[in-house]
């Protein structure tokens, strides 16, 4: 395989934030976003400067003094005063939803019903029941859905998926498997991340990373739940989580998965500096496979293969592709999706198909049940 050392780290940040805008096709998409997000700029405003065939056009918000500020910084030539009226613009073609967690169910609906295909923030919806009647509703409809678990779409995930994946068919069944993704408590006791009414805990955080990444990464599904351990912040709500999955599949049968998700690891821990890189780690019989930094890989990743009979550690060479972000990358795929009719998306590597999202959101559930604590509503 093609080795790709560069651009380098400087040269990626350049353009994963273009100050200036390509030119756009006559048919290019025309996407309207619900909400003036921290995460619209990275996730879709930014790549869709670099792309061509896709256009931001308006936003929404509950405050219009903050969606015409919102606008007006990121060169967005419209707004519109409430989320009903740029679902029902019929100029639009798309919506992003990057809601909090509690509202994709409700806005994610009512964008399908008129028609938009949606970008979805993850996790899709508040538990597996109203994602399932999301991804059917847009089967009916004929449109994309697409739940945005953006970091599977860089080259360096899809290259790290195919070493593993060619391991296990090669005989080589996975034995164990951990994903962690842990932060210092930044964020206040307030923040919506914490808050039951709009679908808040920390596994529909970056939990919500570590259970797709234990599933995508192993090509395995979660069969039940061992244990399941939450740090509880509030009523119903969880700032860290600990959990030991039971997986299957045709390879590997009878693999255990440990998943470490937290938003309130102490500052003064050392459990916080040994957590502080996002990590996947897969063991098979005879080998170590770890991906560090995998959830932002277009930032900066690591692949380490360990040799367990002899324990040298083989460090593979990075891969960045073009240099762009995940998000970029996963924005090309939507448009892929869209532009083909929904048809051809088995042939887009990361896609994640509406059983994955369903599956994901299901296993999430069977973590909160195991852990004594209600599904979210």
Wanted: with cysteine; charged share 20%; aromatic share 10%.
């Amino acid at each position: 395989m093609a080795t790709q050392l560069s651009p380098g780290f400087f040269a990626r940040r350049t353009l994963v934030v273009p100050k200036h805008s390509v030119s756009k096709d006559n048919d290019a998409l025309r996407i309207g976003i619900l909400g003036a997000a921290n995460i619209a700029p990275d996730a879709l405003i930014y790549p869709a400067r670099s792309i061509h065939s896709i256009v931001v056009v308006s936003v929404a918000a509950r405050d219009q003094t903050k969606a015409k500020g919102f606008a007006a910084k990121y060169d967005i030539p419209n707004t519109h005063p409430t989320y009903d009226a740029i679902i029902s613009d019929p100029n639009i073609d798309c919506i992003y939803n990057p809601l909090p967690n509690g509202l994709h169910y409700e806005w994610t609906k009512k964008a399908l019903e008129a028609g938009k295909h949606v970008l979805l923030e993850k996790p899709a919806a508040s538990n597996a029941v109203q994602t399932q009647e999301l991804f059917a509703l847009a089967k009916e409809k004929n449109l994309v859905l697409l739940e945005a678990f953006h970091y599977r779409f860089h080259p360096a995930s899809i290259r790290f998926r195919e070493i593993l994946q060619t391991h296990i068919a090669e005989g080589h069944p996975v034995k164990r498997v951990q994903a962690r993704m842990s932060f210092p408590w930044v964020f206040p006791a307030t923040d919506i991340r914490f808050n039951w009414k709009l679908a808040g805990g920390v596994l529909m955080d970056c939990g919500c990373y570590t259970v797709n990444s234990i599933r995508y990464f192993t090509g395995l599904e979660v069969e039940s739940v061992e244990n399941a351990k939450p740090r509880i912040v509030s009523e119903n709500i969880d700032g860290r989580m600990d959990a030991v999955l039971n997986l299957k599949g045709t390879h590997s049968p009878g693999v255990q998965a440990s998943m470490t998700a937290s938003l309130t690891n102490s500052w003064l821990s050392l459990q916080t500096y040994r957590e502080a890189i996002p990590t996947f780690t897969a063991e098979t019989d005879d080998k170590i496979f770890t991906f560090g930094v995998f959830v932002m890989p277009g930032i900066y990743h690591y692949f380490t293969i360990k040799d367990k009979a002899s324990g040298k550690t083989e460090n593979l060479s990075k891969e960045y592709g073009e240099g762009h972000s995940s998000y970029k990358y996963q924005l090309d795929a939507f448009i892929k999706a869209v532009k083909g009719g929904g048809q051809g998306t088995s042939s887009i590597a990361g896609w994640v198909t509406s059983e994955d999202s369903i599956l994901n959101m299901q296993a999430i559930d069977s973590i909160y049940k195991a852990a004594n604590m209600k599904v979210r509503e």
